[in-house]
């Protein structure tokens, strides 16, 4: 099939920047790659116009439809590429982009091909039924997902069914990708780098003295108490400035002169919490222990109040005037080491990044795409990675990349039955009754 445009998205503005960079890069002739960088009325002028390259957010199909019209898109296709495809493409933003780039008309018609009255006299049912045109597929438009990290709901939208045979002779359905570029693949070919390579724990060890037995009606359960008390421990500061102390000492003494003396380093934190305990903590010892000029930046939402401290701690308040944008900070020499709660565990990219000091339970695909930062390829000099691992055994986290070191397949698709169950667990509890409901329905 031939395209009249090519439309690459993502859901974040910060990859949207890093792709209309790349794509960029490869533009042969002026004016083929569009990059979509103020606002929808230069996305729809790009559409407008025939642009080859489109290059822009996913949100801003939502405000299309009341600018475009629709007409001028009347007989096109486009083959839409998804950037990092995990849930963005069943929402509404995937429904606004479908139904922005399909045409009055076009929708009417495929509409009527499906219903054996194609007359809408009620505008609601009109709406009703656009809408849910808007998330089936469209043949004007054929969607290409790239991504290191399939997901169920991934692979049972954009993979491929297929049936296969069990030991025991069992016929059932596979849902596998249509190609697959594996991690081990670009490993060998050197496009990325292994970051287990080099994976080492740093086990944590203490004891606990019991003076009296708690009061009665003070117990808890033994699981739960180990996990409460393993918290408090994480959070002591005497295991803060430790751990901190042995990622320091590493860091000035094994990753400070790789990559040719520019290497960074990120410590992945449990909690805001902790992030704040870990600012602390280092910036006291670069200052005191270390006399350097490194300086460390953390990153973490919304604000934090810890040790009743009066103002809460918030990124604009622990970090310097000129980190406002941490991303474009951390690019610069003197900012070396990165803390980080939650925040750029995914979808962020610095070549330089070197060493990684994690101390959060990981497991699943975010271990995957935590320790993933560090496996861009970067100047020459970086040959290797450096993880040290508070919290994880080494066992868990080969197990957790195995499954995306070559291909990964969905042997069973999504349950709605589960939907069900949750619906009827939810009405046992006896919370609402169906008068509430349709009251509720009733109201404007």
Known sequence: MIFDSVIIITDRQVLDKQLQETVKQFEKTAGVVQKIDRNTRQLVAALSSGAKIIVCTLQKFSWMQNVLGGTKLKGKT?????????????????????????????????????????????????????????????????????????????????????????????????????????????????????????????????????????????????????????????????????????????????????????????????????????????????????????????AFSSKVTIDGHEAPYTEESMNTKDAKDIREAFKKHNYRILIVANKFQTRFDQPLLHTMYVDKKLGGVATVQTLSRLNRKGPAAKQETMVLDFVNQQEDILADFQAYYGQTTLDRGTDPQKLYNLKFEVESVGVFTPAVVNEFADLD
């Open 78 to 298: 486009f083959a839409v590429i998804v950037d990092e495809a995990h849930s963005s493409q069943s929402g509404d933003g995937a429904k606004d982009l479908k139904l922005a780039l399909t045409s009055p008309e076009a929708l009417q018609a495929i509409i009527a091909e499906d219903e054996e009255n194609a007359e809408w006299t009620d505008p609601v049912a009109e709406e009703l039924a656009k809408i849910m045109k808007g998330r089936q597929r469209l043949p004007h438009l054929s969607f290409f997902a790239f991504t290191a990290t399939p997901k169920t709901k991934t692979l049972e939208v954009f993979g491929k069914p297929k049936e296969v045979k069990t030991a025991e002779g069992v016929k059932k359905i596979e849902h596998q990708p249509f190609h697959t570029y594996t991690m081990r693949q670009a490993i060998a070919e050197g496009f990325i780098l292994d970051v287990l390579k080099n994976y080492t724990t740093y086990g944590t060890y203490f004891e606990l003295l019991e003076n009296e037995k708690a009061p009665p009606g003070y117990e808890v359960e033994s699981a739960k108490g180990r996990r409460l008390l393993l918290k408090e421990v994480g959070k002591h500061p005497y295991t803060i400035a430790s751990k901190a102390k042995i990622m320091l000492d590493h860091f000035f003494s094994k990753t400070v002169h790789k990559i040719n003396g520019e290497a960074k380093a990120m410590v992945v934190t449990s909690s805001r919490a902790h992030a704040v305990l870990y600012k602390r903590e280092i910036d006291k010892q670069l200052r005191d222990d270390y006399g350097s000029q490194t300086h460390a930046l953390v």
